[in-house]
């Protein structure tokens, strides 16, 4: 099993900035793509940003050149660094990853921290 904790959540103005972290633990051997997934209220679950083993990034278009996803596979970490943030960021965020035991490929969750952006 495989274990993801997540922080950096809060209440920011906007044009503020966080930082959101998602360390993994458990029972695996490989982490492959790690990233960041979003969900307002009455809305689906939707990618902000993922982040491959070689370190090649993919955003949505809503967060490009705002966001930045990083990993520190030392730690098994993925972060989210989100700038210039817009009440329309206003979510649940969810860590993602795939993590490997040795035999099988599977997705984990986190447990999803709130970030809400407003005056």
């Known amino acids: 099993q495989v274990q993801l904790v997540e922080s950096g959540g809060g209440l920011v103005q906007p044009g503020g900035s966080l930082r959101l972290s998602c360390a993994a633990s458990?029972?695996?051997?490989?982490?492959?793509?790690m990233g960041w997934y979003r969900q307002a209220p009455g809305k689906q679950r939707d990618l902000v940003a993922s982040?491959?083993?070689?370190?090649?990034?993919n955003y949505a278009d809503s967060v490009k050149g705002r966001f930045t996803i990083s990993r520190d596979n030392t730690k098994n970490t993925v972060y989210l660094q989100m700038t210039s943030l817009k009440p329309e960021d206003t979510a649940v965020y969810y860590c993602?990853?795939?993590?490997?035991?040795?035999?099988?490929?599977?997705?984990?969750w986190g447990q999803g921290t709130q970030v809400t952006v407003s005056s």
């Open positions: 982040i491959s083993s070689s370190g090649s990034t």
């Open positions: 458990g029972s695996f051997v490989s982490i492959r793509t």
């Open positions: 993602n990853l795939r993590a490997s035991n040795g035999i099988r490929w599977d997705d984990y």
